[in-house]
């Protein structure tokens, strides 16, 4: 069971410059420490304390998970995770 | 309908349903139709609110500079509005905007200042807060924080929505700013409740989020996670699908960031059809296809129009 992730260039330096990685979990909480697993140092760029950094979006079936649970947001074999910066629009 | 000037016929747009896209009676979709502003986009309604804010406050006197950072709407808003007013406009657009919002901005009589494409708007941000500190005499109307931005919405989109049709169920609008979404936002949540209000958020090509660090990103100020229900990223490969069937089964000729707008709200509207609860679901139409053309996203394939909008910042 894996689930595609989508890394931004920003923190490519934490997967050998891949764009996509693999990662297993129920959660996106689990995901993120199985990410880290492969891809020591990785959680701490997304991770401030318990809580997603302010300028981190990630987003499953791209939908924000700050409205779906937050790092509780279930995620299964299949789903498509998308970690992206903040950036302006307008 | 007659109006005194041109700025008095801002705001006030049609509401439309959409019988070929709505997949029941019981789940509709109706678009706000904000291209029939006078420069053919929602802009108008926030370009117009912080100018009339600004002069309120003593900002701005006859003769003034504005400055703003802008991928282009508010930009040629803002333009239209200035130069009705007597105001010199100076505008900071990234390189990466279509061609036509360049024409259009100098049409109305604005000065553009370039900012890099890579970055996107984050860097326009960053060159026009630059520029406002050398130039300490320029009025920064700063559209991602003012509150007439969002108090635009709350008093007028928001408000217009419920009298048009008061058994609406969602509110769906794109993310740049957030004045729409906050401002009809906090309308709903005051006046109704019980809608739920949708974010839909362009995803762009990898060179927009080029940052050379986490905290270079950009939240805008006026952003409140607590007014929003639910937030989509949309790429533009949907957003450019959505756009076509919305001109081909409806007759509305709008942006490609509209796409990515009636993207959430249709799967907003599979949502409610699978739990089979009755849902009146409005989209915003932010402007018009006009200034679109020219990227090549109304013709050919869908893989060919994708291509066209790698790097673009089409929203």
């Known amino acids: 069971m894996a689930i595609d992730v989508r890394v931004p260039t920003i923190l490519r330096t934490y997967t050998s410059g891949e764009r996509a990685v693999t990662a297993r979990g129920d959660s996106l909480s689990d995901l993120i420490e199985d990410l880290d697993e492969n891809h020591p140092g990785i959680k701490a760029r997304l991770l401030e304390g318990e809580d997603l950094r302010r300028f981190i979006n990630v987003y499953v079936n791209d939908e924000d998970v700050r409205f779906t649970g937050g790092l509780q947001t279930s995620v299964s074999d299949g789903d498509a995770v998308v970690i992206l910066p903040a950036v302006a629009g307008g | ?315």
């Open chain 2, 1 to 315: 309908m007659r109006f005194d000037s041109l700025l008095d016929t801002v705001g006030g747009t049609p509401l439309v349903g959409l019988p070929r896209l709505s997949p029941s009676p019981d789940v509709r979709l109706w678009a706000k139709l904000e291209d029939q502003n006078p420069t053919g986009s929602i802009k108008d309604r926030a370009a117009l609110a912080m100018l009339v804010a600004a002069e309120k406050d003593g900002l701005l006197r006859p003769g003034c500079t504005i400055l703003e950072p802008t991928s282009g709407n508010t930009g040629i808003s803002l333009a239209m509005v200035a130069q009705l007013r007597g105001y010199r406009l100076v505008c900071v657009l990234p390189e990466n905007t279509s061609i036509e919002r360049k024409q259009l901005l100098a049409m109305w009589g604005a000065e553009v200042v370039s900012s890099p494409a890579a970055g996107g708007s984050n860097e326009a941000v960053r060159l026009a807060k630059a520029l406002a500190e050398e130039h300490p005499d320029w009025v920064l109307l700063y559209q991602y924080g003012n509150p007439a931005n969002a108090a635009a919405h709350f008093d007028g989109t928001g408000p217009e929505v419920l009298a048009d049709l008061p058994s609406v169920t969602h509110f769906v609008a794109g993310l740049g700013t957030s004045g729409t979404l906050m401002g009809a936002g906090r309308f709903f949540r005051e006046q109704a409740p019980q809608v739920r209000i949708v974010a839909a958020e362009p995803r762009y090509g990898e060179l927009v989020y080029g940052l050379r660090n986490l905290d270079e990103g950009f939240v805008p100020e006026l952003y409140d996670a607590s007014l929003i229900d639910a937030r989509f990223s949309v790429g533009p490969r949907d957003a450019v699908r959505r756009v076509r069937e919305l001109l081909e089964l409806e007759g509305i000729f709008a942006g490609i960031s509209t796409g990515a707008i009636l993207h959430a709200a249709l799967a907003q509207a599979a949502k409610s059809v699978k739990a089979r609860e009755r849902a009146d679901i409005v989209f915003v139409v932010c402007d018009g296809g006009w200034k679109y053309l020219s990227t090549g996203a109304y013709e050919g394939s869908i893989d060919a129009a994708e291509r066209g909008l790698e790097g673009q910042l089409w929203a």
